[in-house]
């Protein structure tokens, strides 16, 4: 149910996200203004394409100034690496998930949520380091000045390595998908 829940979560930000700010969608809209935040519309924002074709340059900007996150703003080539991945493998298999998910029985889904979960998780690690021991003081990108503001932007990635690494257990351990099929003999 977990994996239900956070991919069928993401699919529908992802449809969300593509209204445009102008439009004053709840999910666009940073909660201030009456609205919901919507991370994945943000997450993919700094590949500069999504970001002009979304339009929703005003919640990018809303959420690098309060959670203090260089790496949306002014992202690193291998922050946008991650992002051009996350764009072209894992949005694609978040509908094929919440069908295998919702239809139920599918274990063929295993191995495509072992692979998402660990390139996530993966991806994560490197972010969340970055988050924590890179010395933002003397960057021109505007960071977490304090241990408070590097663990409030760690909080705001974090589900993003949990829930990978629960779907990953789930799928490694869980005997619904772990059962082997025993093969008939002629």
């Known amino acids: 149910m977990l994996e239900f829940t956070f991919l069928s979560w993401r699919l529908i930000a992802a ?14 809209r940073p909660p ?6 919507c991370p994945v519309a943000v997450d993919v924002q700094c ?10 340059t005003e919640l990018l900007e809303w959420y690098t ?12 080539a291998w922050f946008k690496a991650f992002m051009y991945c996350e764009a072209v493998l894992q949005l694609p298999f978040f509908p094929v998930a919440v069908y295998a998910f919702l239809k139920g029985g599918c274990r063929w ?13 993966t991806t994560l690690f490197a972010i969340l380091a970055h988050i924590l021991f890179h010395d933002f003081s003397q960057s021109e990108q505007l960071g977490p000045r304090t241990q408070r503001e590097r663990l409030t932007l760690l909080s705001v990635y974090m589900p993003y390595l949990l829930i990978p690494l629960l779907i990953l ?12 099929e025993k093969r008939k003999r002629k």
């Open 32 to 37: 201030e203004e009456g609205g919901r935040f």
């Open 65 to 76: 100034a309060t959670f203090r996150d260089p790496l949306m703003l002014q992202p690193p």
């Open 15 to 28: 449809r969300h996200a593509s209204t445009h700010i102008a439009g004053l969608s709840r999910f666009a």
């Open 47 to 56: 590949i500069h394409l999504v970001c002009s074709f979304l339009k929703l």
């Open 109 to 121: 889904i295993r191995t495509p949520a072992i692979i998402y979960s660990t390139h996530a998780a």
């Open 169 to 180: 257990v789930t799928m490694l351990y869980h005997p619904h998908y772990n059962h082997v």
